[in-house]
């Protein structure tokens, strides 16, 4: 089947413009996670889905940045009134939820602010 | 806190020579620890996992990790270094609720 596919794969938008990325994880894949990787830097957890269970939103860096899951689908991460520091490539993950299971990644969104 | 080390920027080795890509991890309940590949413009791709057992576990490309418990460490290790291995390194581990990553290893192999 499909890996994770995630869209846009490139987004570039003005400072202020609200953006929207959205992540297909695998099929059956009920843990989906969000990380953002500065370039030429490591990956930033910022949130985790768990089937139906409450999301762990812990790395969100602020209240700009929110994200949905509609039961073990598609996630779209949002980010409103984007700044210049939101540049990055923005990577989905998804694993069938048992912890000894590797996470499977998609190619990420590359998301330049101007 | 739950952490993981790696702490090399980079790692320059000469093709055919063995590579070794360092990872250390916190003592935080027994994490499950894995190694991952991101080769440029791409996602990152698992090459193999320590759960438990044999300490040393193999994975994809030929690659191994020697997982040490005295030292709280999971080195990445390989043989025989190709030009293609050329790569950002990441060691991660899973401690029960969330992945954390080490901040990666660039690994460079020269011809």
């Known amino acids: 089947g499909a890996g994770v596919s995630q869209s846009p794969s490139n987004k570039v938008t003005e400072k202020g413009k609200d953006v929207e990325l959205r992540c297909d994880p695998i099929s059956g894949h009920t843990a989906l996670y969000w990380y953002r990787q500065r370039l030429g830097q490591g990956l930033e957890f910022l949130i985790y889905f768990q089937g139906n269970s409450a999301p762990d939103k812990s790395g969100l860096p602020s209240d700009r940045f929110s994200a949905e899951r509609t039961g073990e689908s598609v996630s779209t991460l949002t980010i409103q009134r984007t700044q210049q520091e939101d540049s990055a490539v923005y990577l989905c993950a998804s694993s069938p939820g048992q912890g000894f299971s590797p996470l499977h990644f998609g190619n990420g969104t590359r998301l330049t602010v101007t | 806190a739950q952490s993981v080390a790696q702490p090399e920027d980079q790692v320059n080795v000469a093709e055919g020579n063995p590579l070794t890509v360092k990872c250390t991890y916190s003592?935080?309940?027994?994490?499950?620890l894995f190694w991952y590949v991101q080769y440029p413009n791409r996602g990152l791709q698992f090459l193999l996992k320590y759960i438990t057992g044999d300490n040393l576990v193999k994975g994809s490309y030929g690659f191994e990790a020697e997982f040490n418990k005295s030292q709280t460490s999971f080195h990445l290790k390989k043989p025989s270094a190709l030009v293609s291995d050329s790569a950002l390194y990441f060691c991660?581990?899973?401690?029960?609720?969330?992945?954390?990553f080490g901040p990666g290893t660039r690994l460079s192999v020269l011809p």
């Open positions: 991660a581990g899973y401690y029960g609720q969330n992945f954390v």
């Open positions: 003592v935080s309940g027994n994490p499950y």
